[in-house]
């Protein structure tokens, strides 16, 4: 049996990492497959390296563009490499034009599909995440959902139940592996002056809030009171995105918020795992909180991880007045919440099952 393990962003490298893990533990061949949908594969190169994980065989160096065009360009360019270097199975993570062509490009050539991180919904049909992840669902045939709220949205679906498997999130499998490997490089908190749980983190990068005067104020406006309340500085790790867009706007970086250059994935769970409180717009962050047992603030409308607010270790802020109130009430919460996405065996899990229908399907 042979994967090709498709991915374009350093997010997908995070939560295939496990996977890519897994293979080599198992002897499984496989191969990368980039599509430089984020960065380049040269820029994109250290990063493998400080996750200690082989280099990608294939990269098409796609770069960024408009949604129709960016897509078209990769599903041109996986097609080709999987007429050229047939896989038995290929494996995508989560909800991005990556996935979006890599899934189209394998089903076009009745290729097998694993969804990696499956049946997430926000139910917002305006964020393209959404519209790629139902696509990659209805056409795959391994549906590794996270939990049983996933499996429930993939059977209102009509997606068959024999697709569907429960293995938790890849993302967990991450965090304990990667935060152990985080531990014996450089300490970020020292770098930067800070303190264990003497601090705020936050992250802002989606479109629908940077990209937005009116939003992109409400948070700001929201760290300003935090920080008259609480005291505490706002670490800020700003995507370039984000600081354009606060000068474009004309909006003040308020008092206690600290704006320093994007952080390496590496130090940033390191970052994480200090914070006494995490405000973002990142759904993958969301899950690192919850997991690293750190309370979350989602500075968003909605979250297609419900199971973070289930469970007590995640509030939806919003981008306005809610801001300060939620905080208030995650700084008052314990932190005794149970992780709902699985105890790290999710990559084991998945590959089990990939497995078991190849060998199936051989008699």
Excluded at 134 to 155: G, M, N, V
Aim: proline share 4%; with cysteine.
């Amino acid at each position: 049996m042979k994967l090709a393990i498709i991915l374009g962003t350093r997010p997908e490298i995070i939560k295939m990492s496990p996977i890519i893990r897994e293979c080599e533990k198992q002897g499984i061949e496989y191969y990368i497959l980039h599509t430089g949908q984020h960065y380049s594969y040269e820029m994109d190169k250290i990063f493998f390296e400080q996750l200690k994980l082989p280099q990608a065989k294939y990269n098409l160096d796609v770069g960024s563009g408009p949604q129709g065009k960016q897509t078209a360009k990769m599903l041109s360019g996986i097609e080709e490499i999987l007429v050229k270097d047939r896989p038995d199975v290929v494996l995508v993570q989560g909800d991005t034009n990556t996935v979006l062509a890599g899934a189209l490009a394998a089903s076009k050539l009745h290729i097998k599909i694993g969804h990696v991180e499956a049946g997430l919904r926000s139910f917002d049909r305006t964020m393209p995440e959404e519209t790629n992840r139902i696509i990659a669902d209805h056409i795959s045939d391994y549906l590794f959902a996270p939990t049983e709220t996933s499996r429930k949205y993939l059977l209102n679906e009509g997606i068959p139940e024999e697709k569907i498997f429960i293995t938790g999130n890849t993302i967990v499998d991450a965090a304990y592996q990667n935060l152990e490997i985080s531990r014996s490089g450089a300490d970020v908190l020292e770098k930067l002056g800070l303190k264990e749980k003497e601090y705020f983190a936050a992250t802002a990068h989606r479109a629908e809030n940077v990209d937005s005067k009116e939003r992109l104020g409400g948070i700001l406006s929201g760290f300003s009171q935090i920080y008259r309340e609480f005291g505490l500085p706002i670490i800020f790790p700003a995507h370039p995105r984000t600081v354009k867009m606060i000068g474009e706007f004309d909006l003040k970086v308020p008092e206690g918020t600290r704006l320093i250059e994007p952080l390496g994935y590496l130090e940033f769970l390191q970052l994480e795992s200090g914070a006494r409180l995490i405000l973002t717009d990142s759904g993958g962050v969301q899950e690192e909180a919850c997991i690293l047992k750190v309370p979350c603030m989602t500075l968003r409308d909605n979250t297609e991880r419900p199971e973070t607010v289930e469970v007590g270790a995640n509030l939806i802020a919003g981008c306005g007045e809610k801001i300060i109130k939620c905080a208030r009430k995650m700084i008052e919460s314990g932190c005794d919440w149970e992780n709902p996405y699985g105890n790290g065996n999710a990559a084991e899990l998945a590959l089990q099952n990939i497995i078991i229908g190849y060998n199936i399907a051989q008699y």
